[in-house]
């Protein structure tokens, strides 16, 4: 082996960019993140709601089993969410790639040829005497080749961070799926069952009506009321008949949504069981208490903000690298072969090769491409701190939006219950006056009518109070689990 001395020159290269790709490990370029805004301490329209509620699955505490496990199905079977699975997947095969970047590239080469020679019958080719009877050569070789970009200024560190980045990215994409996927299948779930609920006080209030018709024509034919009494008692139980057909149309569709939402066929699910336990009348279809959240909370749950800020650490991560491109970049190559030469009637040779080459590239001139590709880099980062401050405050206005809405429906639920309970009372009070012989039946029938009115107007306003329930979870962030994505 020969001495350092004698190595060629450009093998003197090669113990400095040995020291130089240990000590310089670390030098990577650096870039600056965009600043976030400024966010409250506490939410306005929170305060005062106390509840132990876990988030990630807050849909446990609504008590209902079979809500739970139609959840359960979707986060399991929803295709939005095996979607977000896979693109998981392929961000992480991406990582892979841009960290190969930081390791030697090892290949097993070979080569055989045979061929033809062509010159006169005798005389010498070069230094060497080629008998007249030689036509062929035959030429054998194999063996190692390694290369090796050393990262000195961090350019192949910062496509793996951007792409690491990437793949939390694409994981808070599978997270906000679950996130949407619960809430979906939540509030389908309430609507259906409200739709079932109304179409009991729809059905109570045809019966109603059709006494109060019963009663109405009796009268005339008795001489004490007109036709018009009739038709009007008669439009009102067409009108309320009329409206059977869209709750059922209604409660349909929202059946086959939460099938597809569960990945099933829509007409897997023909009609949800008995709920149990049965809701008293006027109560809610959910829990009264409501977690309270901090600002920073909900930045940290929700899968879009999270995502957003993966975003500009990404785009940070190539602007580093963008950078890099204006430093040298060095080069190892290592090559270690062994061939086999044999010209037909001559001896064979077998010759070996083995080498090691240094090499360093640095940009001169390239007509501004590099420098463009630095602004349109640095672009994009300003561009994603902007969508990430975008997502913040969108995050802050759900939530408050939310509290306010969920509260202004809680007023509304409190005086419509005393409405329909007054309503049921001023029935009862008319239903006493005629068993004692002090009133007529129409009174009464046109009091229940209205009692039955209210409770349907109840039902919908509590409806319309658990779906704004599911959008303030949805709001903050809950719905979803790190484990197993």
Known sequence: MPSPAKLPFRLHWLPLILAASLTGACSTVEVALPQGPDTPATFEQAQGDQAPITLERWWESIGDSYLTQLIEQGLQSNADIRIAMERVKEARATVTMAESAL???????GLTSRSRLDYPETGPIGPITIPADTRYATLSTGGLSAAWEVDLFGARRSDRDAARQ????????????????????????????????????????????????????????????????????????????SLKAPLQSLLSARIRRLAVLTGKAPESINRMPPQLPLPAPGSSLIPAPLPTVLPADVLERRPDVRGTANLVRAQAARLGSAKADLLPRFYLGFAAQDGHIEISGLPATSPNLLGVSAGVRLPLFDAGRIRAHIT??????????????????????DVENAYSARRALDQRTDKLRSAWQIAQEGAEHADHLFQEGSGLLQPVLEAKLQALQKEDELIQTQTARALTTVLLYKAIGGGWQATGS
Do not use: C, W
């Open 376 to 397: 349109a880099s640095d672009a994009r980062l300003q561009a994603a701190g902007i969508q990430y401050e975008q997502a913040v405050l969108s995050a802050l206005e």
């Open 166 to 241: 990437a793949v939390l990215g694409m994981q808070e994409k599978q997270h906000g799926a679950q996130m949407l996927v619960a809430a979906d299948i939540a509030s389908n779930y309430f609507e259906a069952r409200s739709l079932e609920r109304r179409q009991q006080v729809l059905d109570n209030s045809i019966t109603v009506a059709q006494r109060l018709q019963q009663y109405a024509q009796g009268r005339f034919d008795a001489g004490h009321a007109t036709r018009f009494d009739v038709d009007r008692a008669r439009t009102q139980v067409e009108s309320l008949q």
């Open 103 to 109: 390791y030697p590239t090892v290949d097993l080469v």
